[in-house]
């Protein structure tokens, strides 16, 4: 028999497959608030001024906790997601200037983690090296 919980929706109740729909769309939303140009495409849109969808930004807060936060791929959303709980960020997110300037930013953030990351590595990889080399004897 499947196990059956509280939705979200006081008076009803879901099955562990509707549980699990629910779950996967809202990870794949939550994930999606990690790009700009779509949060730009919903403050365009309005959806941003509606008092019932901003309501649904602050009940996803949820996925901040570590025992949801562990499955998503696009962790940076939970910043967005925070961001989003604020009015003025939201105002500022229909101007595409404001989206441009933060997927810039975020750009910028991967390359110099990428080469930073990369550096490490080769350090590593170096000492590694170093300790696995038989000392050298002197002649003589």
């Not at 028999?1 to 562990?16: F, H, K, L, N, Y």
């Not at 730009?40 to 849109?45: E, G, S």
């Not at 003025?88 to 910028?108: G, M, P, T, W, Y």
């Amino acid at each position: 028999m499947a196990s059956i919980r509280q939705s979200a929706v006081p008076g009803s109740q879901e099955s562990e497959e509707q549980q699990r729909i629910r779950f996967q769309t809202e990870l794949e939303f939550v994930q999606c608030l990690a790009n700009p140009n779509y949060l730009n495409f919903l403050a365009q849109r309005g959806y941003f001024k509606d008092p019932t969808f901003v309501n649904y930004l602050k009940y996803l807060q949820y996925w901040k906790e570590p025992k949801y936060a562990k499955y998503l791929k696009y962790p940076q959303c939970l910043f967005f997601l925070e961001l989003l709980q604020y009015e003025h960020f939201r105002k500022e997110l229909v101007n595409s200037q404001c989206a441009k300037f933060i997927d810039d930013q975020q750009l910028l953030h991967w390359q110099h983690y990428q080469r930073k990351r990369l550096t490490l590595l080769q350090e590593e990889m170096a000492s590694q090296r170093a300790l696995q080399q038989p000392p050298k004897e002197k002649p003589g």
